[in-house]
Every structure is written in C-alpha cells, then in structure tokens.
C-alpha cells in the first residue's frame, strides 16, 4: 500500500522528549519533500514542519520552531520528527505526508495536497 507508516508516539510528561520516524516501504522519498503534521481531538490538521528533498532546507510552524527538528536519511527512506521540550498543546495524532513542492508549511495547500498520508501516531503530553 502506498503509504507512510509513522512510529514512536507515547504517553509523556510535560518537558520531555520524544522521536517520531515515518517511514516509506514501497515508494522512494527522494522525488519529494516531507511534510509533517499533527491533529487534536475536535481541530484542524495543522502542518508543523517541512524538509526540502536533500534536507538542506526546512521550515517550522511557529508553535513548535525552536522546540522540534525534522531530519531525513534518504538512503533509509525516513522521514523524522525529534520533539523537545513537549507541551501539553503538543498533544494529537502526528502525521507525515509527500509533496511535490517546497515552500512554507503553515500554508493551507499543504493540509490537502499531500501524497501518501499514512494512518498516524498518537503522542499525548500530560502530567
């Protein structure tokens, strides 16, 4: 199936630290940049970073800049997302999704023109 399979979501405190990695098994990320996302219970899909197709550029929502960096290995075909410093407000389903362009994530285009959205994982940030 065409699609990413994201992993290393999990329950955890306020302050700490977690790792996502998405991963693409039967298609190559190298055509695409790599967009990642979150949704809360009840919100919108809000697009928190993005990398260029060789990594050198990237580009963060305001809400995680300074806190969360996106990295790709396009030898390893992933994709991942290091969060730090979580907050409660972090909390939601993370997804990552394929593009053809390049430009600011906290555009609406991203939200819907993504490729190969893959079904989530959930990261909860609570005391």
């Known amino acids: 199936q065409l699609q990413f399979v994201e992993s290393g979501g999990a329950l955890v405190q306020p302050g700490g630290s977690l790792r996502l990695s998405c991963a693409a098994s039967?298609?190559?990320?190298?055509?695409?940049?790599i967009g990642w996302f979150r949704q809360a219970p009840g919100q919108e899909r809000e697009g928190i970073a993005l990398?260029?197709?060789?990594?050198?550029?990237?580009n963060y929502a305001d809400s995680v800049k300074g806190r969360f960096t996106i990295s790709r290995d396009n030898a390893k075909n992933t994709v991942n997302l290091e969060m730090n410093n979580l907050r409660p407000e972090d909390t939601g389903t993370y997804y990552c999704?394929?593009?053809?362009?390049?430009?600011?994530?906290?555009?609406?285009?991203?939200?819907?023109?993504?490729?190969?959205w893959g079904q989530g994982t959930q990261v909860t940030v609570t005391s």
């Open positions: 039967t298609f190559r990320i190298i055509a695409y940049s």
């Open positions: 999704a394929a593009f053809e362009l390049y430009s600011d994530i906290r555009s609406n285009w991203y939200k819907t023109n993504g490729h190969y």
């Open positions: 990398i260029s197709v060789p990594g050198t550029d990237t």
